[in-house]
């Protein structure tokens, strides 16, 4: 059974860094490609960050590109998101994802998701 | 950047009826490139739907989805009880994912 466990959440100031982590069990994590997706509180979804399973592949969405890194520990089975420069916009649940398989970036796996509250 | 837009924004309907979700994109984006999710209250989004028309693992066939280009739709044929949620439409290229705005399907 593929599990997907984020952990690092929090408050945190404006300007503040952060850094979020999931773990991967169940399925082979080195060869799937893995996504940051986050939410808003009551808002839909946007989509944050992406990575191959070799890491040389990242990409990022706009509203989070110079400010956030994307990183994965294949021995370790760990994704990670490091968030620097904080802004209250950035306040939302941050799930990790499972991309279904190589070129098809939908997610069959989701986490529970990690809540980050940016705010003085 | 492709754009998507879903509509309705709300749908009420009774369980046994029929859904019928709009997703439109603001290009054509062919018709693999496509995914559909179910998301309740306090849940992580399930994959329904993939390429347009494939349904993801254990998902039931009232499930389908279809459509090209730039016009997409996901349909439930006899709405459940446990199907009233929000339901996201998906487009991903090799580099980039955007998601649509959403519909929510309520009971009526």
């Known amino acids: 059974e593929v599990r997907l466990l984020e952990s690092g959440g929090g408050l945190v100031q404006p300007g503040d860094s952060l850094r979020l982590s999931c773990a991967a069990s169940?399925?082979?994590?080195?060869?799937?490609?893995m996504t940051w997706v986050r939410q808003a509180p009551g808002k839909g979804l946007e989509w944050v960050a992406a990575?191959?399973?070799?890491?040389?592949?990242?990409y990022y969405g706009d509203s989070v590109k110079g400010r956030f890194t994307i990183s994965r520990d294949n021995s370790r089975n760990t994704l990670s998101l490091h968030m620097s420069s904080l802004r209250a916009e950035d306040t939302a649940v941050y799930y990790c994802?499972?991309?279904?398989?190589?070129?098809?970036?939908?997610?069959?796996?989701w986490g529970q998701g990690s809540l980050v509250t940016v705010s003085s | 950047e492709v754009v998507l837009t879903q509509s309705p924004g709300t749908l009420s309907l009774s369980p046994g009826e029929r859904a019928t979700l709009s997703c439109r994109a603001s290009?054509?984006?062919?018709?693999?490139?496509i995914g559909w999710y179910q998301q309740k209250p306090g849940q992580a989004p399930r994959l329904l739907m993939y390429?347009?028309?494939n349904r993801a693992t254990g998902i039931p066939d009232r499930f389908s989805g279809s459509g090209s280009g730039t016009d997409f739709s996901l349909t439930i044929s006899r709405v459940e009880p446990e199907d009233f949620a929000v339901f996201y439409c998906?487009?991903?290229?090799?580099?980039?994912?955007?998601f649509g705005g959403g519909t929510k399907v309520e009971i009526k």
């Open positions: 998906q487009h991903f290229t090799g580099t980039f994912a955007t």
């Open positions: 169940g399925f082979t994590f080195s060869t799937y490609a």
């Open positions: 990575m191959d399973g070799t890491g040389a592949y990242i």
């Open positions: 290009q054509n984006i062919g018709i693999n490139s």
């Open positions: 390429g347009a028309s």
């Open positions: 994802a499972k991309n279904l398989g190589p070129m098809i970036a939908v997610y069959d796996s």
